[in-house]
Each structure stands twice: as structure tokens, then as C-alpha cells.
């Protein structure tokens, strides 16, 4: 593997259960080029895999770890603690609270140790995976021009919806 295939963006999630949605954000980085990796690690039931990991993250060349979890979601808040790197936390649903739980559990970390947390599920990875993108386009121009584009894509998009719906409009 060259420089250019090492993972930059490390995906972790705390189950298998968690793919379906944390599955979008490695189509982000995906679309975006940017090598990324995805592992399965548990807070609780792997507490030392989950330390291995975090602890050796930075040194093989990962800048940024995007960090889902559901219920009483301390993965985020773990790895944070134990590595230097920008973590980006994605509460989950997993329980009948429907994420409620995870979210708090990722946001409400007290001083000192950051993550910074996203949306409840989808949307949450998805965000994830785009503000790794504008972070390490701080130090990328070629990406920050891809992320531009990205941008203009979106609005552009949102001005053909109105289009479409004036058109809907003179049917009513
Ligand atoms: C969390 O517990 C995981 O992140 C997952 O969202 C939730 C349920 O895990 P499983 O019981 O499905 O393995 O640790």
C-alpha cells in the first residue's frame, strides 16, 4: 500500500448493528477519494481492542476517527480520551429511545475531552464523513475545490426542485 492508499478517516461503529447507517459515511469519503477504514469495536465488550486501536490510530497515519454508537453510546467519549486526533461522534438508535440516549451520552461530555457530535443516524453520518472532508481540506486543495463542487452540485439541485415545483403549482 502507498502513501496515497493509507486510511486517513478511521470508521469505528460498536456493533455490526450499526453498518446500516454508518455505512454512509464511507460512501461520503468514498465519493470524495479519500481512503478510509471501518472497524467494529466495543467500549464495554472490547475495552482493550478499543484501546489498542485508539492508542495506534494517529501513529499509522489516520488524522480523523468517526466514531458511531447506540444506547449508552461511550465509545466516542473513550476513544476521544485516549487519542489526540479530531473525533467525530454519530449517536445511534439502537433501543427504544430511538438514539435519544446515544445522543446524550455523545454530546454531553464534561470539559476537557471533545467530541464533537453529529445528528441522530443517516444524516449524523453522513456530516460526519463531510466534516472530515473539510478538515483535511484545510491542508488539501484539490479537496477543498472537490468539496466546492460538492456544494454547488447540492444548491444546484435545490434550484431545480423549485423549478419543479412552480410547474407543480400551475396544476393546482
Ligand atoms: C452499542 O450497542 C452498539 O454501538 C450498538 O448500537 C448497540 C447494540 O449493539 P448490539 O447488541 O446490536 O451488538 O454498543
Partial sequence: MND???????ILMGSDSDWEVMKEAGKVLRDFGIPFEMSVTSAHRTPERTHDYALNAAPRGIRILIVGAGAAAHLAGVVASITDLPVIGVPLSATELQGMDALLATVQMPGGIPVATMAIGKA???NAALLSVRILALEDPELAERYRDFKSRMAAEVTQKHQALQARLQTL
Fill in 4 to 10: 496515497s492508499n493509507m486510511p486517513r478517516v478511521g
Fill in 124 to 126: 449524523g453520518a453522513k
